[in-house]
């Protein structure tokens, strides 16, 4: 990290993240809890959701706001599309790389290590994927639970994580450019526009009409049940359709992580030097699968129906608009507001990181966001 070019390139951060993620204000709360952690000497971990694209930048705004920059633990995904000139920026702005479909003991030591001893906060998000849910937090990995702890064993000072409730709502009414989103969807499957109906109502048509797509390939049939039982049901079928066939046993029910589980297998097939071709191909289209179950994974079903809020029926379009036309970053169809809003810190016990005490602060810290949600 170079902090004096992380303050040198805040215009620029500033003015990409309005071009792209028209985010025109950013509102924060509760920053004197980071500043109180910082005064104490703690090693900090922020653990916010993770539930629209650009929210690193409005992070660093908030990282501004207090004089400090973060490091950024960050998918190696990230650094791989990205140019070597992006690559270094990035490092120096305190991002660094992990892998998530492995045992990374390198970004693990590198994490500890900025807890143990750097003065600036660490920014994990455990989610580990954008989900599009403003209002609700997708479970928590236990990766950011499992760094504090061991960082907390070994550092000769405190060791706190704070959790942060990131949101997005709208400051202009983007419903025209919703509606014309709409009408792209249902011609991209050869539907007409149906603009007479409620919004809410074309976009659960649309849903089950993609949903009733990939059952027929999948399962020989559409389905009965509501959207959430049929999207859990094509899921777990999926998954475990291919888990005794590399003989795997999962080790819990939770999806994200069957899907860690295989796509770690896979990735170890896939850089074996006598693989064939016949094998590539089918582990190819076997990381495919896997990509479908976290798309299905990703639409709670009843987000809109539950609460049909502008801003939840944005980011259903959002996700169409990326898993439908393909889009890499959803347009933006209006000026939003994002509200940053830190809660107190979590001081981490100075204990050996049982599975039991892992899943114990990943929960407290997935329902402390989860808690700063909905008061915002």
């Known amino acids: 990290m170079t902090p004096w070019l992380v303050r040198a390139w805040y215009p620029l951060m500033r003015r990409e993240m309005y071009r792209v993620a028209k985010i025109a204000d950013v509102e924060i709360r509760g920053l004197e809890h980071v500043q109180s952690a910082i005064d104490s000497g703690a090693g900090i971990m922020i653990t916010p959701n993770h539930s629209f694209h650009y929210d690193s930048y409005v992070l660093g705004h908030a990282a501004q706001k207090l004089g400090r920059p973060f490091h950024f633990l960050t998918a190696w995904q990230v650094f791989a599309m990205s140019t070597p000139f992006q690559q270094w920026v990035m490092q120096r702005h305190g991002c660094y790389s992990i892998d998530r479909e492995s045992a990374d003991i390198a970004a693990f030591k590198r994490s500890v290590e900025i807890l143990r001893t750097h003065s600036c906060p660490l920014a994990i998000f455990p989610e580990g994927d954008i989900y599009h849910t403003n209002d609700r937090v997708m479970p928590f990995r236990e990766g950011a639970a499992a760094i504090a702890l061991s960082a907390a064993k070994r550092a000769d000072r405190p060791i ?86 590399y003989g795997i046993t999962p080790k819990s029910d939770s999806i994200p992580e069957r899907v860690k589980e295989l796509r770690r297998h896979f990735i170890q097939q896939l850089e074996r030097p006598d693989l064939d071709d016949k094998s590539y191909g089918q582990l ?70 049982s599975r039991d005490a892992i899943a114990e602060l990943t929960t407290r810290l997935e329902q402390g966001v989860q808690v700063l949600l909905n008061s915002t």
Do not use: N
Request: with cysteine; proline share 9%.
């Open 284 to 353: 190819k289209r076997d990381m495919e699968d896997l990509f479908l179950v976290i798309q299905l994974y990703s639409y709670p079903g009843d987000y809109v129906a539950q609460h049909p809020t502008i801003e939840r029926i944005a980011e259903t379009l959002d996700k169409f608009e990326e898993d439908v036309l393909r889009v890499t970053y959803p347009q933006s169809r209006g000026r939003r507001r994002a509200t940053v809003t830190f809660g107190e810190p979590i001081p981490i016990a100075a204990e050996r990181g």
């Open 160 to 245: 706190v994580a704070i959790p942060v409730a990131l949101r997005c709502t709208y400051i202009d009414d983007p419903t025209p450019g919703l509606l014309e989103l709409m009408s792209r969807l249902e011609a991209a499957v050869h539907w007409r526009p149906r603009p007479e109906l409620p919004l809410t109502d074309r976009i659960y048509r649309f849903a089950e009409a993609l949903l009733a797509l990939k059952e027929l390939e999948y399962l020989g049939q559409p389905q009965t049940g509501t959207v959430p039982q049929r999207t859990r049901l094509l899921a777990h079928r999926i998954l475990s359709d291919k888990e005794p066939t």
